[in-house]
Structure formats: C-alpha cells, structure tokens
C-alpha cells in the first residue's frame, strides 16, 4: 500500500537558517504530493503540493520538488522564522480529487529558536 | 477563509461509551472525511462519506464506528464503544468534487479512561 515517510523530529533551528525535512514516499501509479502545516492549537493546513513529476510546489518561502527518480518530495525554506515553528505532514493521494483521502507521514516538529 | 469546524475539542469518557465527535463541514463541499492521530503516530485516515453514504473506509474504521450527515450541516463521527487505544487526537476534513484540497479541523482530542 501507499505510505510516506519523513525526518523524525523535533528539528530545533536558530532563526534565518536553512530548513531541509527530508519526505519519501512509496505508491502504486503517480500521486500528488502535498505538505501539510499544523500550527499550535489549529488544524492542518495545505502549505504546498505538486501533481506530477518535476512540478515545484511553492508558499510562503517553502518549496518542495516532486522527484519521481528518487520518490521524494522534501520541503525546503532559505530562512525560517519563529512563525515556522509548527508540525509539517507531508502527503500523497492517489485519488486525483476523488474520495480515497490522503496518506500521511508521521509530521516533523519544527522549533524555530529567535 | 471558510473554515472546518469541530466540537468538542476536548472529550474524556469511560471506557465502554458510547461518544458522538461532531463537525461542521465548509458549505459547498460534498466530501467529508474522518482521520484521526494517536500521540506520537502518523495521522490517519478513517472514512471519506459523499452523497449521503461511506466511499470509503480504512481497516480501522470497523463496527464499533459509524458517521452521519445528520442534518445537511452536521457530519459526525460515532464510537459505540469506546476503547482505550481509541484515545487520539480526531480530525474532521472536507473538499469540494475534483480538488485534492482538504480543509481541516483544528480537532477532537478524544481521551478515553
């Protein structure tokens, strides 16, 4: 079956460093690939997502591209802030919009120290 | 921005009861969607509902689980009886037919004693 896996966390990095949370994936077919963000006491939210092979997802200074070679999808930021400090989930679905839901990765707590 | 919306946030019951996990969908979506996150574990998914009926549910959403559109507002999540390992954080979702966006809740922390 479909699964993803991510960088154990949590990741504690000073403000304006370089953000990596490395994603693989394993799926039958091509999926989409998506990140999810959860900030404290809210729920998820999509941060960015790629539909098929080489697309590079980007938002709010995050990128993330879709490798089919390597079956990765790792999200990337040049310089984090505080506000960055949330739980990020990447994802896939197989559905293409339909009903089947999404397939998510363990999440990556992120702790942005000022 | 529309938001998802859920009630309780926060549930605690003995094990054995019966819990109703309510949530208020985005008005023009059609796809509902149950998932949910035990502490220090992957999030989920449950069961995507669509046109008044399940279409379709994971391994562990067995006979102890059901969901309702109770009232063309309403989805909601029922446990008939609760278990201790069904102690997880539940999050409701929806989306619009052809768009893989889901839109969240911000969750039911269910606590099972």
């Known amino acids: 079956g479909d699964s993803v896996t991510q960088m154990e966390g949590p990741v504690t990095l000073s403000e304006e460093a370089f953000l990596t949370i490395n994603c693989t994936y394993t799926?039958?077919?091509?999926?989409?690939l998506f990140w999810y963000v959860q900030y404290p006491g809210e729920g998820l939210q999509l941060l960015l997502k790629?539909?098929?092979?080489?697309d590079k997802g980007s938002n709010k200074g995050f990128e993330a591209t879709y490798r089919k070679e390597t079956t990765s999808f790792h999200l990337e930021k040049g310089s984090v802030q505080v506000s960055d400090s949330a739980v990020y989930f990447c994802?896939?679905?197989?559905?293409?919009?339909?009903?089947?839901?999404?397939?998510f990765g363990k999440g990556t707590h992120l702790i942005i120290q000022p | 921005e529309p938001e998802v919306t859920q009630t309780p946030s926060h549930q605690v019951t003995q094990m054995g009861q019966e819990v109703i996990l309510r949530c208020v969908p985005i008005?023009?979506?059609?796809?509902f969607y149950w998932y949910r996150q035990i502490l220090g574990q992957k999030v989920e998914f449950l069961v995507s509902?669509?046109?008044?009926?399940?279409?379709?549910k994971s391994e562990i959403f067995d006979d102890q689980f059901s969901v309702e559109r109770p009232d063309g507002s309403n989805f909601t999540l029922k446990i008939r009886s609760t278990k201790l390992e069904d102690s997880a954080m539940y999050f409701c979702?929806?989306?619009?037919?052809?768009?893989?966006?889901?839109?969240f809740g911000s969750g039911t922390q269910l606590s099972v004693l």
């Open positions: 979702a929806s989306s619009r037919p052809g768009y893989e966006k889901l839109f």
């Open positions: 799926a039958t077919g091509y999926p989409s």
């Open positions: 790629a539909t098929k092979a080489d």
């Open positions: 994802a896939l679905s197989d559905s293409g919009g339909g009903a089947d839901g999404l397939t």
């Open positions: 008005s023009n979506h059609l796809y």
């Open positions: 509902f669509y046109n008044n009926e399940i279409s379709e």
